[in-house]
């Protein structure tokens, strides 16, 4: 267990099917689109890996369920 000093987003890639709508509405633009293929033939988009608040307006502009995951800053995860 431990608890995250900064906030962060994890994609899962194989729920994402590369709109682009995360990368549009992220204010940070923290979120880039991968040249490699999912298993659904799709390019899936990544975090940056620093710069997010952990606002969630990602995952909310995302329309498929569970393709974003948002931890908040003090989150304690596994
Ligand atoms: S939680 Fe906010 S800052 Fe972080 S990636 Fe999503 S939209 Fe960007
Ligand atoms: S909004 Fe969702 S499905 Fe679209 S690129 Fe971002 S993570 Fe993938």
Redesign the pocket.
């Known amino acids: 267990m431990a608890v995250l000093e900064e ?1 962060k ?1 994890v994609v899962e890639h194989d729920q994402c099917k590369g709109c682009t709508l ?1 990368i549009i ?4 633009d ?2 880039i689109q991968l040249s490699s293929f999912n298993t659904k033939g799709y390019h899936p988009v990544e ?1 940056k890996g620093e710069g ?8 909310y502009a995302c329309p498929e369920p569970g393709a974003i995951i ?1 931890y908040k800053k003090g989150a304690v995860v596994e």
């Open positions: 906030a987003i995360c509405a992220c204010p940070k923290v979120i975090y997010c608040t952990g606002c969630g307006i990602c995952f948002v």
